[in-house]
């Protein structure tokens, strides 16, 4: 069975600092494109950040470049996005997304609010 587990999320004061996390299970998560989108009330889904597996590039929205880092650890079928200098609009539901070929899976979704 597929999953993909995202915690970290919660309540910040702009200007602070949170670490998402996505624990993935059931695929064959080193060969997986992974990525983070989010969703702001009102708002269609976007992109975040994307990491390749086969040389690690990264790439990032426009948006949070310089302020968050995409990472994956593949012994242990995990992806993180360090999120640094939040801002109100980073406010969110953020989503863990991966894809393998045909084959693509999103998690639950955690819950980013940057209010002071």
């Known amino acids: 069975q597929v999953q993909l587990v995202e915690s970290g999320g919660g309540l910040v004061q702009p200007g602070g600092s949170l670490r998402l996390s996505c624990a993935a299970s059931?695929?064959?998560?080193?060969?997986?494109?992974m990525r983070w989108y989010r969703q702001a009330p009102g708002k269609e889904r976007e992109l975040v950040a994307g990491i390749i597996p086969a040389d690690g590039r990264t790439n990032y929205a426009d948006s949070v470049k310089g302020r968050f880092t995409i990472s994956r650890n593949n012994a242990k079928n995990t992806v993180y996005l360090q999120m640094n200098s939040l801002k109100p609009e980073d406010t969110a539901v953020y989503y863990c997304?991966?894809?393998?070929?045909?084959?693509?899976?999103w998690g639950q979704g955690t819950q980013v609010t940057v209010s002071s």
């Open positions: 997304n991966s894809k393998y070929g045909f084959s693509e899976y």
């Open positions: 059931g695929f064959t998560f080193s060969n997986s494109v």
